[in-house]
């Protein structure tokens, strides 16, 4: 069962008010995104898409990522966080795109890209944000960190 945070519900709040929608892409946080964002009744407002593409396969072939990019940048990378947030976004034909493609851990860190390294993207028509940031703690923590921080990213263009 999920704990309402503050977050969720000043977020909710501001896409009501604001009447914009959005739609999500995630990877490291498997749906928790996604699971916050509709926990509250009248979600149905703003939530117009979700999908977990876990794999490089399911962010070639739904998200329509170029596997050239993995091969360059890596799954983990702002590159492709923006690409998924862009996608996503044009795909549900909404406001706002969010993306969030990590490592969450205990296993699949790299000296170049530890455990909790997690890129966040949120795309709009005209501007997109991605920041990186290195989580620490369990895989748990690092999944909620990262949910929490793509609503406060979300929240800079509300």
């Known amino acids: 069962m999920f704990i309402m945070q503050p977050i969720v519900m000043q ?3 501001l896409l009501i008010k604001s009447r914009k929608t959005i739609s999500v892409a995630e990877s490291c946080t498997g749906g928790l995104l996604c699971a916050y964002l509709t926990q509250i009744s009248g979600s149905s407002g703003y939530f117009i898409l979700g999908v977990v593409t876990y794999s490089n396969k399911s962010k070639e072939g739904i998200l329509n ?3 050239a990019l993995f ?4 799954a983990v990378s702002q ?3 923006q690409r998924m947030a862009q996608s996503v976004r044009k795909i549900a034909k909404t406001d706002f795109g969010i993306a969030i493609t990590g490592i969450a851990g205990p ?16 795309n709009s028509k005209t501007k997109t944000i991605c920041k990186k940031f290195h ?6 923590a690092v999944r909620t960190k990262a949910a929490f921080n793509a609503l406060k990213l979300l929240q800079n263009f509300l």
């Open 135 to 140: 989580f620490s703690g369990t895989r748990a």
């Open 65 to 67: 990522i170029p596997p």
């Open 71 to 74: 091969a360059k940048k890596g």
């Open 79 to 81: 590159e492709v966080a």
């Open 107 to 122: 296993t699949g860190g790299t000296p170049q890209k530890p455990v909790g390294t997690v890129f966040i993207a949120v």
């Open 11 to 13: 977020t909710h709040n």
